[in-house]
């Protein structure tokens, strides 16, 4: 049974300027996500993909509770949890844990490191055991003596493995990984990923990690899936979608990464336009005014799901 399964998510936010929208008869909302499905098993990494304003971080709000969804279904453990209320948050949150997008400013400066990676303990009325602090360090490769600083000693490498530590602190069973490796110099962005991977290989933690970037999806993920426009065009194996894409967007998302082999020539897939607004999605296919291999008909209606054997994507003329 998978720990996490999400069917048919779609979240909404209230448009901006709602007495212009009240005048032209718009509607007053618009989905931010719209109506997307995907599982994580127990000790399994899933990346999420896409540019920004796709809907990525929205997902991961409404999987921790700070957005609520506007249908579709999100069961955890087995349990619902869409409609979840407060008392039933504050039990899920022990098992749910956030690595925030910026690894300095997610961090308060007026605490210690040391009482940074134990507060979580402290806010769920736990007991905080002799040395704990040193020990969550440790589990993240810094040594005790960090305990006593506060954020703005530390450089961009360290702060984020504090903020795994602080993640880790209650032992959760899903992490959740905004831009994990933001603003790292490469090196430390090699070490940050194999301290998730090696983390995950002793807990068995579930990770959804949420990027831009492709090569850190190719090192850490099993699966993946690619957003456009609050939708997922494609979704499957990591290992699959790389050496066999079958959406455009995904073509040319892969054709825009960055390789450390000089002698490898990729072609460059462009791509013209600007990125629509989910207030005002095209007809048809969401992806069709940007798309090199769009056709006269998919303007027409929005293309359906197809998963061959489990290989999913959403396109009318998939590539072969």
Known sequence: MSLLKVEDLRVSYRRIGMLRAAISREPATFDAVAGVSFE????KTMGLV??????????????IGLKRPAAGSIRFDGREIGDAGRTEWARLRREMSMMWQDPIGSLSPRLTVGSLVTEPLKIHGRRVPEGEAARLLKLVGL??????RYPHQLSGGQARRVGVARALALDPKLLIADEPTAALDMSVQGEVLNL????QRRSGVAILVITHNLNVVRHITDTMAIMYLGRFVEHGTTAEIFERPRHPYTEALLSA????DPDRRAERVE???????PVNRPSGCDFHTRCPHARSDCSDAPPAWSAPGGHGYRCFYPLG
């Not at 990464?257 to 450390?260: A, F, H, R």
């Open 196 to 199: 998730l991977a090696e983390v």
């Open 271 to 277: 791509l013209s336009g600007e990125v629509p607004s």
């Open 257 to 260: 990464n960055l390789e450390p």
């Open 50 to 63: 896409g540019e920004s304003g796709s809907g990525k971080s929205t997902i991961a709000r409404t999987l």
């Open 143 to 148: 040594p005790p003596e960090f305990a006593p």
């Open 40 to 43: 994580i098993e127990a000790g």
